[in-house]
Nanobody
């Protein structure tokens, strides 16, 4: 059974940084063999795409986070990351890790990110 555990959220002032982690476990599940992604749910809004990392290393980002967020993974530790710089209050929300194979998809439980003074 595949499990994704999100962590690293918290409170930060505007302009600050956070690094989110998505620790994967489960039989034969490898973060470098699937598409890993981050989504977020901003207050009062539907969940939206933030960033994705394909198994071949290609990366995609939501326009509003390009240049500020970086998705990466540590294959040895089976962990995916979302490094976030220059955070703004508009980034406040719950961030979810997502993994997709050709037949299944999995979600982390979410981690709260709050950006405010």
């Amino acid at each position: 059974q595949v499990q994704l555990v999100d962590s690293g959220g918290g409170w930060v002032q505007p302009g600050g940084s956070l690094r989110l982690s998505c620790t994967a476990s489960g039989s034969a599940f490898r973060v470098d063999a699937v598409t890993m992604a981050w989504y977020r749910r901003l207050p009062g809004q539907a969940r939206e795409f933030v960033a994705a990392l394909q198994s071949d290393g290609r990366k995609d980002y939501r326009t509003s986070v390009k240049g500020r967020f970086t998705i990466s993974r540590d294959d040895a530790r089976n962990v995916a990351f979302l490094q976030m710089y220059n955070l703004t209050p508009d980034d406040t929300g719950v961030y979810y890790c997502h993994a997709a194979t050709s037949t299944e998809q999995f979600w982390g439980q979410g981690t709260q990110v709050t950006v405010s003074w």
